[in-house]
C-alpha cells in the first residue's frame, strides 16, 4: 500500500501510481470479482458507446436497498472499512484525515478505482464541499486526460451509502462531452435537448468548485436524486468541468436489468451485462431507456437554480 503526506505533491504521478498498482492486484488472486480482459466494445449513432461487461451483472455485490437522499450512514451494511487492506491502491494523509483509493473489485473497465474521501468518518454518500474540491484538485493536476469521475447520488443508483466517487479511464470521448451547452445564469450552463438534461459549472480555478456544490447542495436540500460527472474534456474549453444531472429517484436495491442509468450511462457511456442485447440494442432503444429518468418539472428546477447566484 502506497502513502503520501500532502495530495499536492503528488501531482504528476498519482494516476501512474493507481494504475501500476491496480494491475498488480488485478493479476493476483482473490481481491477481484472477475478479470477485466479484452472488452467488446462498439459505437451507436456516433454517440453511444456500448461495452459488453456480463460478469458485472452476475458476480457483483449486492447492493444496499437505499430509500431516501437523507438516508443516514449504516455501520451494520457493507461500506468500505470492511473492505480487505488488500483492495487499497493509496492512501493520502491530511492531518487526522485518511482519503483512501480502493480497486473497485466489480469494475466497469481497466483501472475502475474507488476513492473514499475521509473513509474512517464514516459519512454518507452525499457530496461535500471538502470533497468536491478535493475531486476538482485531483482533475486540474491530472496529466492523464483519460481521466473522468463520477458520483451517484443515493436514489440515482449508488449502491453504498459510504462517500465515494468512481475513477474511470476512457480514451474516448464521451458523448455528453461534445454538446453544446446553453447559458442559464452565472456560472450554470444547461443543456435540455439531452435525454436527460443536465447542468454543467467551469471550473478555471480550486476556489470556483463553490459554484458546483452550491447548485448540488440545493438538489440535496430539495430530495433531488442526482449523478455528477467532472471531467476535463469537454469540447475545446479549458478547465474543470462539472456535469450534473437532476433525474427522478431509484427506490430500494439496485435491480440488476440490461443496463442501470447511472452516471457512466448519462454520459453516454453504456456497460451491457447480456451478450444478446449488446448485439440487438439500438441508439432509439437507450434513449427511450435514459429519457424514463428525466424529471417532469426541469424548467420550474431551472427557475429555483437561478435564484443561487
Given at each position: 500500500m502506497e502513502r503520501q503526506n500532502d495530495f499536492k505533491n503528488v501531482p504528476n504521478l498519482f494516476e501512474e501510481i493507481l494504475k501500476k498498482k491496480w494491475d498488480e492486484i488485478h493479476e493476483g488472486p482473490k481481491v477481484f470479482r472477475y478479470k477485466i480482459k479484452e472488452i467488446n466494445e462498439k459505437y451507436l449513432q456516433e454517440k453511444y458507446l456500448i461495452q459488453l461487461n456480463p460478469d458485472r451483472g452476475k458476480k457483483r455485490r449486492e447492493p444496499e436497498a437505499i430509500h431516501s437522499l437523507s438516508q443516514p450512514f449504516d455501520e451494520t451494511k457493507f461500506n468500505f472499512m470492511k473492505a480487505s487492506s488488500n483492495e487499497i491502491?493509496?492512501?493520502?494523509?491530511?492531518?487526522?484525515?485518511?482519503?483512501?483509493?480502493?480497486?473497485?473489485?466489480?469494475?466497469?473497465?481497466?483501472?475502475h478505482i474507488l476513492f473514499c474521501p475521509s473513509m474512517g468518518s464514516?459519512?454518507?454518500?452525499?457530496i461535500t464541499l471538502d470533497s468536491l474540491e478535493f475531486v476538482a484538485e485531483m482533475m486540474f493536476a491530472s496529466q492523464d486526460r483519460d481521466l473522468r469521475i463520477g458520483f451517484n447520488s443515493l436514489c440515482a443508483f449508488a449502491s453504498v451509502n459510504h462517500l465515494h466517487y468512481?475513477?474511470?479511464f476512457e480514451k474516448r470521448t464521451l458523448y455528453?462531452?461534445?454538446?453544446?451547452?446553453?447559458?442559464?445564469?452565472?456560472?450554470?450552463y444547461f443543456k435540455e435537448d439531452y435525454p436527460v438534461p443536465a447542468f454543467c459549472c467551469n471550473i478555471k480555478k480550486l476556489s470556483?468548485?463553490?459554484?458546483?456544490?452550491?447548485?448540488?447542495?440545493?438538489?440535496?436540500?430539495k430530495s433531488i436524486a442526482h449523478n455528477v460527472?467532472?471531467?476535463?474534456?469537454?469540447?475545446?474549453?479549458?478547465?474543470?468541468?462539472?456535469?450534473?444531472?437532476?433525474?427522478?429517484?431509484t427506490e430500494g436495491a439496485k435491480q440488476f436489468t440490461d443496463?442501470?442509468?447511472?452516471?457512466?450511462?448519462?454520459s453516454g457511456w453504456i456497460p451491457i451485462y447480456d451478450e444478446e442485447t449488446y448485439r440487438k440494442i439500438t441508439a432509439e432503444q437507450i434513449e427511450d431507456e435514459l429519457k424514463k429518468w428525466k424529471l417532469d418539472d426541469f424548467f420550474e428546477l431551472c427557475e429555483g437554480i437561478k435564484s443561487l447566484y
Open positions: 491502491l493509496l492512501t493520502l494523509i491530511n492531518g487526522n484525515e485518511e482519503h483512501v483509493f480502493l480497486v473497485n473489485v466489480s469494475p466497469i473497465a481497466r483501472y464514516c459519512l454518507p454518500q452525499t468512481h475513477l474511470l455528453i462531452e461534445q454538446v453544446k451547452w446553453n447559458h442559464l445564469k452565472g456560472p450554470v470556483e468548485t463553490i459554484n458546483a456544490y452550491i447548485l448540488i447542495k440545493y438538489l440535496v436540500d460527472l467532472i471531467t476535463n474534456r469537454k469540447s475545446q474549453e479549458t478547465g474543470v468541468h462539472v456535469i450534473i444531472w437532476p433525474r427522478k429517484k443496463f442501470n442509468v447511472a452516471i457512466c450511462e448519462l
